[in-house]
T-cell receptor
Framework: AQSVTQLDSQVPVFEEAPVELRCNYS??????LFWYVQYPNQGLQLLLK??????LVESINGFEAEFNKSQTSFHLRKPSVHISDTAEYFC?????????????FGKGTKLSVKP | GAGVSQTPSNKVTEKGKYVELRCDPI?????LYWYRQSLGQGPEFLIY????????DSGLPNDRFFAVRPEGSVSTLKIQRTERGDSAVYLC?????????????FGPGTRLTVL
């Protein structure tokens, strides 16, 4: 069965420091990979996704993630974080091969950016 | 255009009572998903609708849970004989068409508390 592991439940960092939020998945079939973000008191929003093609994908606010098939990972990175990046980040996958697309989520990582 | 809306935002009920949670998807979106997010966990899939029919209800925890989407737009999640373990945030998401690569747009959720 598919599963998604986010090893870090909380990541505190200082403003302008780099950050990496880890995500590993297990699946016996091809997958599509997503990062969703939930800002305080808001709903889940799609941050970025990997469907095919280049294994490095980027968001409009400076985050990037790289699909590594051999390591079954899709880690999220940002070279310099801002206070406004404080949020909870969820890694998720869907199965390829004709599935209806229900997302399998990790438990989430709370990123706390301190001044 | 409006996003996905969910009502009520908060629902407090007593053990054994019946509750209904409503989801208004984005206009024109044919696929609708329900997820449940317990404290400290990522969202977990409950049920998926393509149009009016429930295409996959494999995530419903037991027969106390039921969902409908009679006209292919608004959906209602119904929980009978509520239990304290049903306390969670119930999320609804919609996407333009079904499929594992389509972005799902999430509502703000309904926080259900069973006393």
């Amino acid at each position: 069965a598919q599963s998604v592991t986010q090893l870090d439940s909380q990541v505190p960092v200082f403003e302008e420091a780099p950050v990496e939020l880890r995500c590993n998945y297990s699946s016996s079939v091809s997958v599509y990979l997503f990062w969703y973000v939930q800002y305080p008191n808001q709903g889940l929003q799609l941050l970025l996704k990997y469907l095919s093609g280049s294994t490095l994908v980027e968001s409009i606010n400076g985050f990037e993630a790289e699909f590594n098939k051999s390591q079954t990972s899709f880690h999220l990175r940002k070279p310099s974080v801002h206070i406004s990046d404080t949020a909870e980040y969820f890694c998720a996958v869907t199965e390829g091969g004709g599935s209806q697309g229900n997302l399998i989520f990790g438990k989430g990582t709370k990123l706390s950016v301190k001044p | 255009g409006a996003g996905v809306s969910q009502t009520p935002s908060n629902k407090v009920t007593e053990k054994g009572k019946y509750v209904e949670l409503r989801c208004d998807p984005i206009s024109g979106h044919t696929a609708l998903y329900w997820y449940r997010q317990s404290l400290g966990q990522g969202p977990e899939f409950l049920i998926y609708f393509q149009g009016t029919g429930a295409a996959d209800d494999s995530g419903l925890p037991n027969d106390r849970f039921f969902a409908v989407r009679p006209e292919g737009s608004v959906s209602t999640l119904k929980i009978q004989r509520t239990e304290r373990g049903d306390s969670a945030v119930y999320l609804c998401a919609s996407s333009l068409i079904w499929g594992p690569y389509n972005e799902q747009f999430f509502g703000p959720g309904t926080r259900l508390t069973v006393l």
